[in-house]
Every structure is written in C-alpha cells, then in structure tokens.
C-alpha cells in the first residue's frame, strides 16, 4: 500500500488545494492531508480543520489531520526547517512513501523522509491564485474558493431600523441587483399579531439567527438582512417588557459588517401587523440609542425610494470593491 502525504495551513484552503488533493489521491492508495497551524493564524485552525473534512468526506482514504506547528522559526534557514518539519512528521506519521507538493521544498522534504516526491503546479498556472490573496481580498478570487468555504468570507449587511421604512423591500431588491440571498425577519413567519409570549420571542431569536446560517451557505460574496437580534430585543422589551438572556447571546453569534439605519421619513403603512404609528419617533430613537450603546456606525438612509437605494448600492459596491 502506498501512502502519500500532503502538508499545509489551507488558510483557506481553495481550489488549488482540492487539485492538489485529487492530483495525489491519484497516486497513492491512502493520503493524509496535515493543516499545520499557530495560536496566531488569522483565521480560527478548527474552522480550517472543519472545512477540511467536510470537503473529502465522500473518500474515506483522504485522511484529514491536524498539527500544532510549534517548531516553524522563520529565522531558521530552509535546510535546517526542513530537517525539523521531517523529525516531526516521521514521529506524528506511519511511514510516508510519497510527498505531495507545489512548493520547492517539497523534493527536499521528501528525500528527509525517504519518500518519493510529485509536484503539482508548481508555477500556479493551472490555479493562479494563494491563500494570501485570497485573505487579502477574497471577492477577487472568488471563483477560487469553494462553497464550504465561503461563507467565512461572505460580507453580513443588516437593514436596521423602526417599523414600516421600507427595509423588506429593499432587502428584497438589493438581493435581486447584486443576485445573492436575503433574510427575511422570520418573525412575521411564526406569529400574526402582537400578541405573543416569552416562548415566542426566543423562538424568534432562534428562528433569525439559524436562518442567517442556512443563507450564508448559499449568498454570494454578500448577505442582506432585514433584521437583527438587536430589533428582536428592542420589540421583546416593548412588548413584554422583558429582554430574555438567550437573546443577548443569539446577538453576539453573528457580527454584521455594515448596518444601514432606516429613517423614518416615508409615509407609514399599514399591514395588519404594524401597530406603532403613534410612535414612529420614539422608536426611531430607541433603534438609534441601541447602535451607539454597542458602538456600532451605521449608514443612514432618507430620503425618497431612489434616493435611499442610491444610498445603500453606493455602500454595498465600496464593500464589495474593498473585499
């Protein structure tokens, strides 16, 4: 039996890796893929490790490991690492009979461990892309990434704001021009009238915060949201004059990475469920005081319909244009 071995962060890991991956189970009849990782990696190595096993799962001779890298001086010189990568990896491993790599150092490494070596695109042209410049802008390589490794990198916007200002609508169009996916508040889904419970409420919050879970799986590159956990505890506090702790720990599950704070400087409307047009300003005020409680910017948007979806699609490409 032959067992090959491919090492690396896969910080992301991306289509080069999966290539990569296929390339060597080709050659051998059992391949351990090692993510190696630091305390200090930017992005979390038991996220990586997830996206790993989730993406090899259909074969079950692609074996998924991971390693603390405790041992990686990048004062050292290549030579001298290479020796303490090979001790490592002769101790963590069963024997090793082929390397896999698109790195230069993977021949060295596989005459340390007595094995043979394959390289794989060495000079990126098949897969012209690196997990750096993925990190540093990840919406121009897009393409490169893989779906179970998206939503990492998907950009979380939230529609904000008091009652009957327009943010489903806009929710809705927004997801249409840049064709990506929208959550709706759920809330108008589980109940019909004002009347509700505690229970409900935290059905509520559970129902929202699961939605934008299942929608970050399936958005591209951005994910508009009609509502937030904030706007859930502000209408629980108003309603039942009670704020459950479950709700304050739903909020802090998902960060959003641009707020738009809808005025209220559009007629109200009616829909059987709306019920505060008496205090339209009130309320803004308190969906405002919220924001600057947590110190989070918002965009405000005013204005006539043209208007406010100028100000929003102006916002989202500065976003979509930084990465």
């Known amino acids: 039996m032959k067992r090959g071995l491919i090492i690396g962060k896969f910080m992301p890991l991306h289509a080069g890796h999966v290539a990569l991956v296929r390339f060597a189970r080709q050659h051998c009849d059992e ?89 794989f695109d060495l000079s990126r042209i098949q897969f012209p892309v690196s997990a750096s410049r993925i990190r540093a802008n990840p919406f121009a390589h897009w393409h490169f990434i893989p779906q179970e490794v998206r939503p990492y990198f998907v950009k979380k916007i939230c529609f904000y704001g008091a009652e009957s200002t327009g943010k489903s609508s806009m929710a809705k169009r927004m997801a249409e021009i840049y064709r990506t996916e929208f959550v709706p508040e759920v809330a108008r889904e589980l109940i019909s009238t004002n009347t509700f419970t505690v229970e409900d409420i935290v059905r509520i919050g559970h129902a929202q915060t699961q939605r934008v879970m299942d929608k970050l799986k399936t958005a591209n590159k951005i994910l508009i949201c009609d509502t937030d956990l904030i706007t859930t505890q502000i209408y629980s506090r108003h309603y039942l004059n009670t704020v459950p702790e479950v709700l304050l720990r739903l909020e802090k599950e998902i960060s959003y990475d641009l707020y738009f704070l809808f005025g209220i400087d559009v007629p109200w409307v009616a829909d059987g469920l709306r019920d505060l047009a008496t205090q339209r300003e009130e309320m803004a005020k308190v969906f ?30 500065l976003l979509l244009q930084r990465g």
């Open 31 to 119: 391949l351990i893929v090692s993510l190696s990782y630091t305390p200090t990696d930017p992005i979390n190595e038991q996220l990586r490790f997830r996206w790993m096993k989730e993406i090899f799962k259909v074969d079950p001779n692609i074996i998924p490991e991971i390693s603390l890298d405790d041992f990686d001086d990048e004062q050292l010189l290549m030579d001298d690492r290479i020796k303490i990568w090979a001790s490592f990896l002769k101790k963590r491993f069963p024997p090793i009979d082929l390397i896999f790599s698109s790195e230069r150092y993977g021949e060295a490494l596989a005459r340390e461990l007595h094995a043979d070596h394959k390289l």
């Open 288 to 317: 405002e005081e919220e924001l600057s409680i947590r110190g989070i910017h918002s965009i405000s948007v005013k204005g006539t319909w043209s208007e406010r979806e100028a100000i929003v699609r102006k916002e989202i490409d």
